[in-house]
């Protein structure tokens, strides 16, 4: 099934992403682990266009920092990768979205993975929340990206869950009738974001190319990324 997205296309130039503000779900401020050598404290991890707009989402903006370990990193790449290898990377999605991406569904997993997603679930949906299908997977190539848009409302609900697996990125979300509002997301490998109601519907969301990937003033070099993605369903 593909993914059913609708793209808000920019209508502004890209502001000058310099944080002014910042926040994390997490309680801790210890060093994200990251893979490009960055060293970010827990509340760091989400830096926005104002203070107020930070404070206003959140609790609807989350990053976990270290959600999964190698070892479970390991295991949902030993069960993705067989089927990935059988796709190509694609540069003209059929909404002009998503290039450089390969991509696939997954109902069913091995002990270790279905450990994880039921941890996920327990995390970032409410309990008996009715949830999207397959469990989505995006594979995006080195030089692909995930261009600004909203999910469609008719297909998705209130909040969409990703675990970022083998490569750092940036996620930016930009308010789409506002664009000098906007959230920067510094997703370190093996996190976790969660997007929940305006975060979720209110603004965009893309991942950065590789040579626009910054955070706070800092280059966060993009590799191969894969993200493995839940939805609940519309109420």
Known sequence: MRL????????????????????????SCSGAATNSGLQFRDDQLVSGSTGELVQRLRGQVEVRTEFISEEEEGALMKELEPGLRKKRYEFDHWDDAIHGYRETERAQWGAVCEGVMDRL??????EGSPLLGPVHVLDLDKAGYIKPHIDSVKFCGSTIAGLSLLSDSVMRLVRKDEPAEWLNLFL????????????????????????????????????????????????
């Open 4 to 27: 059913l997205i609708t793209v808000a296309r920019r209508i502004h130039k890209r502001p000058l992403y310099t944080p002014t503000s910042c926040l994390s779900s997490a309680a």
């Open 121 to 126: 679930r327990a995390v970032a949906f409410s």
């Open 188 to 235: 370190p490998r093996r996190s976790l974001y969660i997007l929940r109601d305006q975060a979720r519907y209110k603004f965009t969301h893309e991942i950065l190319k590789d040579d626009e990937s910054l955070f706070s003033g800092q280059r966060v070099p993009r590799h191969r990324r894969i993200s493995v993605i839940c939805r609940n369903l519309p109420v």
